[in-house]
């Protein structure tokens, strides 16, 4: 089955620096990739995905980017601010697939200091 | 961003209680999941339904059992848990697999406690 890996764990900025968190998969017929935010004590928010079929995507201050053939995808936060403090969390799944489960990397933990 | 509710938001129980948790959604998704969240973890799916109609139950506990009412409500039976059964419970829903689209999105959970 697939497997997310995702580094690094804990990973702590200076406000207006940039952050970049990256996950591998294990499985070539992934082909969707969601990032979700979780702040404490909420729900994850999926903040940004990518399918297979286009090589990065940006969002005001956050691109994700994907090399499939490497099988890695990575977070790219720019000018990050004190709310971007958050843990982070990649996921895999086949988009279209019959069942639709994610495969979720372990998490990030992003301190934004001011 | 409210579309995916879940009650209650708290829930303290024994090990010889009975409860439920519930999960609404008014997105016109056809698939709903039930994850479970441990502290400093990511989400653990427990059960996928589509169209209503049960997909995936990742050999959970049969302390553990889901319902489906209708497209909108998912429900979750709780009985005779564990104390390690402590954790957020989190209902998600998603566009049905095998459709152009299906981000999850999830339910501000319920906390559960099992004393």
Known sequence: GENVEQHPSTLSVQEGDSAVIKCTYSDSASNYFPWYKQELGKRPQLIIDIRSNVGEKKDQRIAVTLNKTAKHFSLHITETQPEDSAVYFCAASIYGGSQGNLIFGKGTKLSVKP | ?115
């Not at chain 2, 427990?46 to 049969?62: G, H, Q, T």
């Not at chain 2, 909108?72 to 009985?79: C, E, K, V």
């Not at chain 2, 419970?89 to 998603?94: I, K, N, T």
Request: glycine letters at 6%; hydrophobic letters at 30%; a positive charge.
């Open chain 2, 1 to 115: 961003d409210t579309e995916v509710t879940q009650t209650p938001k708290h829930l303290v129980m024994g090990m010889t209680n009975k409860k439920s948790l519930k999960c609404e959604q008014h997105m016109g998704h056809r698939a709903m999941y039930w994850y479970k969240q441990k502290a400093k973890k990511p989400p653990e799916l427990m059960f996928v339904y589509s169209y209503e109609k049960l997909s995936i139950n990742e050999s959970v506990p049969s302390r553990f059992s889901p319902e489906c009412p209708n497209s909108s409500l998912l429900n979750l039976h709780l009985h005779a848990l564990q104390p390690e059964d402590s954790a957020l419970y989190l209902c998600a829903s998603s566009q049905a697999p095998g459709t152009s689209w299906y981000g999850q999105y999830f339910g501000p959970g319920t906390r559960l406690t099992v004393t």
